[in-house]
Structure formats: structure tokens, C-alpha cells
């Protein structure tokens, strides 16, 4: 796994043309899963298809504990293309050139100490989502049902056992959302965001990345 800079941004990348976008870190008071993943890595690598993996997409904001970085933003409200803000700019030229089957972006929700969800730019099958439950259920964690977070205008999006699909949500304006922007860009052609419960223990967390991230590859037929 070898590691580059591109300003601000550290990235690990294996092999040239990555189908796996990897991404954590875009909130630093959400960053246990994302050192976790770090691990997870170098520990499998060897077993894993081609990705480009940002460990903190917001590395002021993981340096300083933070929802927001030092620009006084939210990040993931920044991704658009006259952005002025500079760790927005930094990933969104990194990843301009690349074309990825599938990324997995690593968030947590503080409020949830079993409840787990996840929010997908496609929509998956009904056999996918029942598949996805059970993985889900086999790590001890619950699937979370009810609404994601009802203090933010740009979510307050209905959450049904662990699951949102974003379909319909691209027909809106964007909020900024870099799951969007890899989708408007044609970056990515399918992003899962995954929403770790922040309360849960590091074994639960582990396992739901660990579990759900195999799902995906598998899934894509990537693994
Ligand atoms: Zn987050």
C-alpha cells in the first residue's frame, strides 16, 4: 500500500487504475472508524481489489477533534465546483481524473450506540437488502429505523431498517454533499455512505466495517 501527498491530502493508493474509492474522516469528531479502517487495511491489503483510500478528508478537522475544519465549514456541505474552500478543493482534484465502480465513505452517528444505517446513491435490490440486513444483524449491531438527524435541513431524510437510498434526492438541488459530486462528476458510480454507531464499542465498529464493506465488494463483484 503506498502512500502519496496532493497539497493537504495524504492517499494511499494501490494499483493505477483503482475500482475502490475508500474515504473517512470528512467530520474529526467522527474519526475512531476511520483509524480503525487505517487498520483494517494494512492488515488485509494483500486480500483487497485496487483502491485509493483517503484516510481524512478533512484533516483540520480530524487534527482538531471537530464537525467542522478550520475554515469554520462542514466539508461534506463544500463540494461544488466554485467552492472556496481549500481541503475541498484538494479532493476534489485528486479524484477528478479517476473513475471507481463503487466508494464507501466512513462516517459515524454520535447519537447511536447500536443503530446502524447507511445511505446509498442507487437503490439495491430486494434480495441485496435482506442480504444486507443479515450481515448486518451477525455483528451484534441493530438496523436502525427513524429519522437520520433531525437538526440538519439538508438531511431529516426517513431511515428504514439501516437504509436510505438517495435516488430520489439527486433530483434536488445539491447541498454540497460529496456523495453527489462524485455522482454529478461521474466519479463514482455508486457511494455508500456508512453511518458507524459513534457510541459503539471498537469491537462493534470493526466488525460492521469489516462485514459491510465485504458485503459491497462482494456485492459489485469486486471481490
Ligand atoms: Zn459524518
Redesign the pocket.
Known amino acids: 500500500m503506498d502512500t502519496y501527498t496532493h497539497n493537504s491530502l495524504i492517499y494511499f493508493l494501490r494499483d493505477k487504475s483503482p475500482r475502490v474509492l475508500l474515504l473517512s474522516g ?2 474529526g ?2 474519526y475512531e472508524s476511520g483509524k480503525l479502517l487505517e487498520q483494517f487495511l494494512y492488515r488485509q491489503h494483500p486480500n483487497f481489489p485496487s483502491f485509493l483510500y483517503i484516510p481524512q478528508i478533512s484533516p483540520s478537522a480530524v487534527e482538531a477533534g471537530t ?1 467542522k475544519n478550520k475554515y469554520n465549514h462542514d466539508i ?1 456541505r463544500q463540494f461544488f465546483s466554485d467552492t472556496t474552500d481549500p481541503e475541498a478543493q484538494d479532493v476534489m482534484t485528486l479524484l477528478a481524473p479517476y473513475r471507481f465502480t463503487i466508494c464507501i465513505d466512513i ?3 454520535p447519537d447511536r450506540t447500536l443503530g446502524f444505517y447507511l445511505y446509498d446513491t442507487g437503490l439495491m435490490t430486494e434480495e441485496q437488502l435482506s442480504t444486507y440486513r443479515e450481515v448486518v444483524h451477525t455483528t451484534g449491531a441493530r438496523l436502525y429505523t427513524g429519522v437520520d438527524d433531525v437538526d440538519d435541513e439538508d438531511l431529516n431524510l426517513h431511515v428504514e431498517k439501516g437504509y436510505v437510498s438517495l435516488g430520489f434526492e439527486l433530483a434536488n438541488p445539491s447541498s454540497g454533499f460529496s456523495s453527489r459530486w462524485l455522482h454529478d462528476q461521474g466519479i463514482a458510480e455508486r457511494t455508500f ?1 456508512l ?1 458507524i454507531p459513534g457510541k459503539g464499542s471498537s469491537e462493534l465498529k470493526e466488525k460492521l466495517l469489516h462485514s459491510v464493506i465485504s458485503f459491497l465488494l462482494t456485492t459489485h463483484g469486486i471481490i
Do not use: K, S, Y
Open positions: 470528512t467530520h469528531d467522527e464537525r461534506n462516517h459515524e452517528d455512505t453511518e
